[in-house]
C-alpha cells in the first residue's frame, strides 16, 4: 500500500500501528528521545540531497500550475532553509524534557501517596498546508514529546515531505523509536477520515488559513489546538508617549502583516488624536499601509487624500495585509468595551504612560496577551522562550495564547498504597487525610 | 420578568449582566470575594426556615407525582444537610485563591517582562439534576474563583432552588460583589438555549447522568468540564496479595458502586484466579453482588448456582449498581490491553507485590487515575486534597481527572515593555532575547 493511496480501512489500519508505536515511545527515557532527535537530524543531513531534489520536482510541477507567488516561496526548501531546519531540530533536542514532570506530589496518609506527572498526549494528528518544512519540526517536537504523530500535508508539497518522511523514518529506524510514529498521508480525502479517527487520535493541530481551521474544528470531536482569528489591537491612552506609540504601531502594523499577531485596529483616545494621527499616519502611509478611519479619524485626517472610511465589517476583519483601521474612543472603558466585543481573544496592547490605566486595561481587556508598551508581534511561543511553538490558542480555557511542547502533553494522577480502601475514610470511625505535600 | 419564565431574548439579556457582572468580579482583591463568601454563608443561615419551607414543598411535590426513592433522598434538604452545606461555603472561602497566581515571570530582554497570571474563565454555565445544595457549592465555587455562574437547577428543585438563589443574592448585595453575578435558570427549555450562548458563557459543567452529559457534550460548541462514563477496572496480577485484592475489590464495588469511580469490571492473572477468585466471590455474594464471568471465571466458580455469563457488552458497561464482570487474562499486557480498549480513562488499579508489573501498569495503562495496591474510590477531588471538586473529567488534555478549583480558572500572558518593537530582534542587528526567569 503506497502513501497516497489509502482508504478507510488503510488509514485505521495505519492510525493503530501509530498508536502502538506512541506506546512503545511514551515509556521510552529522555535520553532515548533525544538520541532518537539527533538521529533525525543526522538522516535528514545525509538525505538533503534527495530531498531538495524533490523539493524542485514540487515547485515545478507547482509553477506549472501557476501556483501564487508567495505560496510558491513557502513551498520552497533550499539547502540553507533545510540546514536551519536542521539545525532546529537539534534545538529541539536541547529543550528539557516535558515528559515526566512531577507536578503534585503528596502524601494523603500514611503509604498512600498521589503524585500527578506529566505523560504524552499518545497521538497526534497534524494538518499543514505547503510549507514542507513542518513536517520536520511537528516530527520532531512529537518524538520529543513522547508522541506519536499522524502527518497530513500540503499536496503541493507531496514529493518534499515523503522525502522528508522517508528521511525521518530511516534516522528512527536506527533508535529506540518505532519508526511508525511518524505517519505521513497525502491525500485530501484522508483528512475527512483522520478527523474521525477519535479513538486513535487525541489532538489535531491544524495549520494554515482561518477558515481552514474553522473547517477543522466544525468537522471533529477531537480537541483541536489552534486559532481562527487573530485580531489584534493596538490603543492609544491619551497619556501615550507619542514616539512609543507611533514606533509600536508601526512595528505591530508591517513588521509581518500577514502573522497573526499583526493589529487589524488601532483604538486612539479622543483627547490625543489630533496630535497622534497625523504623525502616525505619515508613517504608515509612507510603508503604503492602507488606512480606514471612523468619522471623526476621517475629519483629523481631511488633509490626507486616501482615507477610506471605516464600516462596521471593518471592526471584525482580519486584513492579515497593509490594512488598517482607526477608530476614536472617549474613554480607557470605551476602548476596552470595543476590543471585547470584536476582538479575537489573541493579543491587545495598550500605550500609556499612565500606570493606573495599564492595570485596567490588562485586567480587563480578555485576550490570551494583554500588553502595555510593546508591540503585539511579541506573542509567540520562540519570544516567549518556549523554544518551540506547536500553535497559538485564542479559546477560553488553557491552554491559551503561544504553545510550547506544554500542549503536547497531559498528566496521569499516579496513586500507591498499601492495601488502602475508601470506606476507611467515611463513617463514625473515619480515619482523617493527611494531605501532605511531598 | 420572573426566573421560571425567561424567553431566549431574555435569556440572552440575563447573560449580559452575568457577564458585566463577572468583569467586575474579576478584578476584585482576595479579600473582598472571600467576604462576599462569608456573606453567602450568613445569608443562608439567616434564610434557612424559608429554604427548608421550600424545599418541604418541592418534596411534597414530588412525592405527589410518585419521585423514585433516591432521587426523593437527593432532593431532600433537611437542617442538618443545609449545616453541613453552610459549613462547605465556609471552607471554599478558606482555600487558597486561585486567581493570581503568577505562573511564569520571565525577562525578555531589559524592561521586557513577561507574566503568566491565573485569572477566572468569565461565566460558568452549570446545568445539575435533583440535589439543591448543589446550588449552593456551585455559587460559591464561582465567586472564590472570580467567575459569574448562569445556574440551572432542576424542575423538582425550583422551590429550594430559588429560595437559595434569593438568599445567597441578598447575602451578595452587602458585598462588593455584584448580585447579577449569580443567576438562576429554571425551564428546561432553557437548558438548551443555554447550550447556545458561546458568546456569554465560557465554560460549560453538566452534573447528571451519563446520557446527559453526552447529550450536552454533542450539543454545544462552549468547552465542557465532564465526563460521561466511569468504567473502572481491578487488575489481580499474579503476584497480588490476596487479603488486600479481596479488600479492595469489596471496597471498589460495593462502598458506593453509583459512584462513577466504583469498579465496573474485575480482571484477574490466571495463575491467581483459582486461589482469589473463590475468595473474593463468597465475599461479593455476600454482599449481594452479582457476578457475571467469562468462561474461564464460570468453570472455577462452577459450585455457586448464580454466576452469569458475561458477554460482550459486558466490557463496555457502567452498571452503577451492586454488578461486577470478570475475566481471566493469561498476562499483564492482556490486562492492559482490555483496559485501553474498554476502559473510559477514569481510574483504573493493579493489585500486586511486583513493583515492575505495577510500573508497567502505570506507565502503559492510559487513564486519568492508574493505582497500585489501592481502591479506586480514591479518585475524587476531596480525596486528593483539591478542597472542592468542579467535575472530574476523562477526556485526555488537562484538566484531567478530579478537577478542583484549578478547572474554573485560565490565565493570560501579561507583557510590559517600555517602547520594545518585535522588529529590534529580527534581521542583520537583531538583539537577542535574554529569557532569564525571574
Same sequence: chains 1, 2.
Wanted: proline share 3%.
Amino acid at each position: 500500500m503506497t502513501a497516497d493511496n489509502h482508504d478507510s480501512f488503510g488509514l485505521i489500519a495505519i492510525a493503530k500501528q501509530t498508536r502502538l508505536a506512541s506506546m512503545k515511545l511514551a515509556v521510552l527515557s529522555t535520553a532515548a528521545r533525544n538520541e532518537a532527535i539527533e538521529a533525525i537530524a543526522s538522516a535528514l543531513l545525509s538525505s538533503q540531497d534527495e530531498i531538495i531534489q524533490a523539493n524542485i520536482t514540487d515547485c515545478e510541477a507547482a509553477a506549472k500550475q501557476g501556483i501564487a507567488k508567495p505560496l510558491y516561496k513557502r513551498l520552497q526548501l533550499d539547502e540553507h532553509k533545510l540546514k536551519d531546519n536542521i539545525a532546529g531540530v537539534k534545538d529541539i533536542g536541547k529543550l528539557p524534557d516535558p515528559v515526566g514532570s512531577v507536578q503534585i506530589h503528596r502524601k494523603l496518609d500514611t503509604g498512600l501517596i498521589l503524585k500527578r506527572v506529566t505523560c504524552p498526549l499518545g497521538v497526534l494528528g497534524v494538518i499543514f498546508e505547503a510549507r514542507p518544512e513542518a513536517a520536520i519540526q511537528i516530527a520532531s517536537l512529537a518524538i520529543k514529546s513522547g508522541n506519536g504523530v499522524i502527518l497530513k500535508g500540503g499536496k503541493e508539497a507531496i514529493h518534499s515531505c515523503e522525502a522528508i518522511i522517508k528521511a525521518i523514518k530511516q534516522g528512527l529506524s536506527q533508535t529506540k523509536v518505532d519508526p511508525d510514529a511518524v505517519q505521513l498521508l497525502t491525500t485530501r480525502e484522508e483528512t475527512l477520515e483522520l478527523l474521525k479517527l477519535d479513538k486513535y487520535v487525541d489532538l489535531i493541530i491544524p495549520r494554515g488559513s482561518n477558515s481552514f481551521v474553522k473547517f477543522v474544528q466544525q468537522n471533529t470531536s477531537i480537541p483541536v489546538l489552534g486559532h481562527a482569528d487573530g485580531i489584534c489591537h493596538l490603543y492609544i491612552d491619551q497619556a501615550a508617549n507619542i514616539e512609543k506609540a507611533v514606533n509600536i504601531t508601526v512595528d505591530a502594523k508591517t513588521h509581518y502583516p500577514a502573522a497573526c499577531n499583526a493589529i487589524e485596529t488601532l483604538l486612539v483616545h479622543q483627547e490625543i488624536a489630533s496630535t497622534f494621527l497625523p504623525q502616525v499616519a505619515e508613517a504608515l502611509q509612507k510603508l503604503n499601509v492602507e488606512l480606514r478611519g471612523d468619522t471623526a479619524t476621517q475629519s483629523i485626517l481631511s488633509n490626507l487624500s486616501n482615507i477610506v472610511p471605516a464600516t462596521e465589517t471593518d471592526w471584525e476583519t482580519e486584513y492579515s495585509d497593509l490594512i488598517l483601521s482607526i477608530k476614536i474612543v472617549d474613554s480607557l472603558p470605551e476602548a476596552i468595551t470595543h476590543i471585547n466585543e470584536y476582538g479575537s481573544k489573541h493579543t491587545d496592547a495598550i500605550i500609556t504612560e499612565d500606570i493606573e490605566a495599564a492595570e485596567t486595561f490588562l485586567s480587563l481587556v480578555n485576550a490570551a496577551g494583554v500588553y502595555h508598551n510593546c508591540s503585539t508581534r511579541f506573542a509567540d511561543g520562540f519570544r516567549y522562550g518556549f523554544g518551540a511553538e506547536v500553535g497559538i490558542s485564542t479559546q477560553q480555557i488553557p491552554p491559551r495564547g503561544p504553545v510550547g511542547l506544554e500542549g503536547l502533553i497531559t498528566y496521569k494522577y499516579r496513586m500507591t498504597g498499601n492495601g488502602h480502601i475508601a470506606s476507611s475514610y467515611t463513617g463514625e470511625d473515619a480515619k482523617a487525610f493527611l494531605h501532605k505535600d511531598l
